[in-house]
Nanobody, 121 residues
């Protein structure tokens, strides 16, 4: 089985920073794209940032210049450094990873359980 476990959420004041982590474990041959999504109350889940297997990154416009996605392939972990946080960043943050469990095998999408980020004074 493959599991994604997120950590690092919490309560922070506007302008503050948080660093989210998402570690994949289990039967893993390779991990392709890794993404961070978020879902605010009453809103649809949206992709926040993406990093490919080669390290290319993309961000939704609302977080460009404030958030940084990175990955450590030796630890099967993806990070999201969030700076200059705003109240509108409040949401449950989820990681997603495209994982190949064996060589020449199919790629599956896995989700973490989510971690709450609350930005409030």
């Amino acid at each position: 089985q493959v599991q994604l476990v997120e950590s690092g959420g919490g309560l922070v004041q506007p302008g503050g920073s948080l660093r989210l982590s998402c570690a994949a474990s289990g039967s893993i041959f390779s991990i392709n794209g890794m993404d961070w999504y978020r879902q605010a109350p009453g809103k649809q889940r949206e992709v926040v940032a993406n990093i490919t297997g080669s390290g290319s990154t993309n961000y939704v416009d609302s977080v460009k210049g404030r958030f940084t996605i990175s990955r450590d392939n030796t630890k099967n972990t993806v990070y999201l450094q969030m700076n200059s946080l705003k109240p509108e960043d409040t949401a449950v943050y989820y990681c997603n990873a495209l994982i190949q469990k064996r060589v020449f095998g199919p790629t599956y999408s896995y989700w973490g359980q989510g971690t709450q980020v609350t930005v409030s004074s």
